[in-house]
């Protein structure tokens, strides 16, 4: 998986490419880490995302609650079989999804 950031004043978009699975989601996790300090608006760019395993869910969930109340998050440009896996874990009702 690639992971591009993208900071732009208080506002973070994270462009990612490939799967986002049991193998990749710790590489996520950390470059999140060094990376949600002082972001008000959260941006994920999934154009380029295959699959998204619960392992990956979980990133994203923990993204989502890091955020608070403090932000927001929102997911961009989810392709059919991702947002068929959101959709089947009831995430569309957790996540903003544009």
Not at 71 to 95: A, D, L
Request: proline share 2%; with cysteine.
């Amino acid at each position: 998986m690639e992971i591009c950031k993208q900071a732009e004043g208080e506002k973070l978009t994270i462009t990612l490419k490939g799967r986002l699975d049991t193998m990749t989601s710790p590489e996520l996790e950390e470059a999140l880490k060094e990376s949600l300090e002082k972001v008000k608006e959260l941006v994920f760019d999934f154009t380029d995302v295959e699959y998204i395993s619960s392992a990956g869910l979980r990133v994203l969930l923990g993204s989502q609650k890091a955020m608070g109340e403090n932000g927001k998050m929102i997911i961009r440009h989810v392709n059919e079989p991702v947002m068929e896996v959101f959709e089947v874990t009831g995430f569309t009702n957790v996540f903003t999804i544009e």
